[in-house]
């Protein structure tokens, strides 16, 4: 918000949505650190205390301190519930065990916000969120994890990691909602990253058919190459009308009452899902369609088809998202 630095009033999703889609055409990267900051601050935005938004979220926003989102554990990915990360009160004091993996910015954030389970018995009912700054002692973020298209990630082990009481980010026990909230956000704005993929695609394959000569005649003039096109294209506008429509509902519509938050998360999802899915599909024929070209390292469809992958499984897999499209559809909301 712009209280805190930002160039808007408060968050828009349209604005959010658009940024990524423009950033991920140009360079993944750019996006990915411009996201990160985003999620990794999110839930200070909806739910810290005044003192936690004016010490992180000024900084986050100038780019002096590296947020990042620390909820995955190595078994509990999908299943959030199913962390075992502790949060132990011990005077004004709040002692953490337990370990984080998959964690964006991991390695190099300044602080972490932390999921922790305060009521072991109690499923998604008894996580609690922390701000956990980089430099806590017990802290250690130091195990690089190597993937397809690289960026900062790395596990983080919290052992007996001691932090103030102070540090509790929203209310004890609502861990769980205030994650699916900053997720939902976040999930549209993927959409919006995997369309911008999409569309580069798309236009490196538009580039490509013109130029390339055979069979005495330009790739693009043969009817399998302008029907490849179509597809890609109706591809492209359909994660399109769905990224910018859930923005749109998040922006206008809003997310006050249980109704509206329930339609707009199913909205979130179902952007999430087709985007990210639709692009695997464009950069896939893009890629064919360039022939030994297009798995030439360093060739931009090259990249694209390993940068895109990883969009289907974080922040929700496409398999999460089905999930929470059914429930909603089964409950008559979407
Ligand atoms: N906003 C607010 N509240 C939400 C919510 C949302 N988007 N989604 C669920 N809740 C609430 C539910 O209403 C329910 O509330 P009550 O306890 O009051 O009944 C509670 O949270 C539990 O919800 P649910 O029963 O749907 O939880 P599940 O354990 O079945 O988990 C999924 C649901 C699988 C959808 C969830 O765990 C999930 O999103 N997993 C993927 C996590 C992920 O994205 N990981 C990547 C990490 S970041 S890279």
């Avoid at 300044?110 to 109690?122: I, L, M, Q, R, S």
């Avoid at 929700?316 to 909603?328: H, M, N, P, W, Y």
Wanted: hydrophobic share 45%.
């Amino acid at each position: 918000p712009q209280a805190f630095g930002g160039a808007l009033d408060k968050l828009d999703s349209r604005a959010l949505v658009i940024l990524r889609e423009t950033l991920a055409f140009y360079s993944p990267l750019a996006d990915f650190a411009f996201a990160m900051q985003g999620l990794g601050s999110g839930a200070i935005t909806l739910a810290g205390s005044a003192q936690q938004q004016s010490r992180y979220l000024t900084a986050v926003a100038r780019g002096d301190k590296i947020a990042a989102f620390a909820l995955s554990e190595p078994e509990a990915g999908s299943d959030v519930g199913a962390m075992a990360t502790s949060a132990r009160d011990d005077g004004d004091a709040v002692v953490l065990d337990g370990v984080k993996t998959w964690i964006s910015n991991g390695g190099i954030a300044d602080y972490y916000c932390v999921f922790a389970k305060t009521e072991p018995t109690k499923g998604t009912r008894g996580i609690t969120a922390y701000v956990v700054d980089a430099n806590s002692a017990g802290l250690d973020d130091s195990e690089h994890i190597h993937v397809m298209a690289p960026h900062p990630l790395a596990t983080v082990r919290l052992t007996q990691c001691r932090i103030p009481a102070s540090a509790q980010l929203g209310v004890r026990d609502g861990g769980f909602k205030l994650a699916m909230q900053t997720l939902d956000i976040f999930r549209a704005s993927v959409a919006g990253a995997a369309l911008g993929m999409a569309r580069r695609a798309l236009h490196e394959a538009i580039d490509y058919a013109r130029k390339r000569s055979m069979f005495g005649q330009r790739l693009a003039d043969f009817q399998l190459t302008q029907a490849k096109l179509g597809e890609m294209a109706a591809l492209v506008d359909a994660a399109a009308l769905l990224t910018y429509r859930a923005a749109w509902l998040r922006d206008c519509v809003g997310t006050s009452t249980p109704a509206q938050a329930q339609a707009y998360s199913a909205q979130a999802a179902m952007a999430k899902m087709a985007a990210t899915e639709n692009a695997q599909r464009v950069i896939d024929m893009a890629l064919q369609m360039h022939g030994g070209q297009g798995v030439r390292v360093g060739s931009k469809v090259e990249s694209l088809y390993r940068d895109i992958r990883s969009l289907r499984i974080y922040e929700g897999a496409t398999e999460v998202q089905q999930l929470i499209i059914g429930k909603s559809v089964l409950k008559g909301a979407a």
